[in-house]
């Protein structure tokens, strides 16, 4: 096999940078997304069984229901600083047991 020599040279190449606000952001609409395509297909499921027809209940064109999305958000914010400040609290009381 032939060595290829035009090829760059990747070893060099830097991770990109670790910005905490963009990964949140880029996680919180992660959750929109996913919390609304869900809830479209929930819906849907449930009209199905229930009616036996399709129904689309969201007024946009396509398959989500933002009301999933923003609750799907709303829920992990407030599990998540919930789950911070439970963390925060159980470290110090684990600090003042006498062992």
């Known amino acids: 096999m032939k060595k ?3 090829l760059p040279d990747f070893s ?3 991770a990109p940078e670790q910005n905490p606000i963009q ?17 479209f297909l929930w819906e849907t499921l449930i009209f199905l069984v229930k009616d036996n027809t399709f129904r689309n209940r969201g ?5 989500w229901l933002p009301v999933y999305g923003i609750g799907a958000v709303v829920f992990y914010c407030f599990f998540s600083s919930f789950q911070q400040k439970n963390i ?7 600090q003042n047991i006498p062992l």
């Open 4 to 6: 290829h020599s035009n």
């Open 12 to 14: 060099k190449l830097c």
């Open 23 to 39: 990964d949140k952001i880029s996680l919180l609409i992660h959750f929109f997304f996913l919390g609304s395509f869900s809830g």
């Open 59 to 63: 007024f946009f064109y396509g398959p």
């Open 88 to 94: 925060r609290s159980h470290s110090s009381i684990r």
